[in-house]
């Protein structure tokens, strides 16, 4: 079955970046769409962003400037840039996608591990 994997998350300062990376990890037929969500403790699971098969990016608005997410398709991975971070955004980090395995198969939801970022002085 695919496996999402997740890495880049990490301990940061305020102002500071990370660039979150989310693979793959192995070969598949397409991925409709991919995108970040995050929870803290706490709290519901928020949709950070999301990107369509077009390169079309979304945001929520809290993010909305500060971070970038993109994706390679020949390499299955979906990143997300974090610039100016704030504790806030402090929260486990997930990957979504949705992958087809086999031509002519329907798409079926997948999620990373989740990753660790927080934004603490």
């Known amino acids: 079955q695919v496996q999402l994997v997740e890495s880049g998350g990490g301990l940061v300062q305020p102002g500071g970046s990370l660039r979150l990376s989310c693979a793959a990890s192995?070969?598949?037929?397409?991925?409709?769409?991919m995108g970040w969500y995050r929870q803290a403790p706490g709290k519901q699971r928020e949709l950070v962003a999301t990107?369509?098969?077009?390169?079309?990016?979304n945001y929520t608005d809290s993010v909305k400037g500060r971070f970038t997410i993109s994706r390679d398709n020949a390499k299955n991975t979906v990143y997300l840039q974090m610039n100016s971070l704030k504790p806030e955004d402090t929260a486990v980090y997930y990957c979504?996608?949705?992958?087809?395995?086999?031509?002519?198969?329907?798409?079926?939801?997948?999620w990373g591990q989740g990753t660790q970022v927080t934004v603490s002085s």
């Open positions: 979504n996608a949705n992958i087809r395995q086999l031509r002519d198969t329907p798409g079926l939801n997948y």
């Open positions: 192995r070969s598949i037929f397409s991925i409709n769409y």
């Open positions: 990107i369509t098969s077009g390169n079309m990016p």
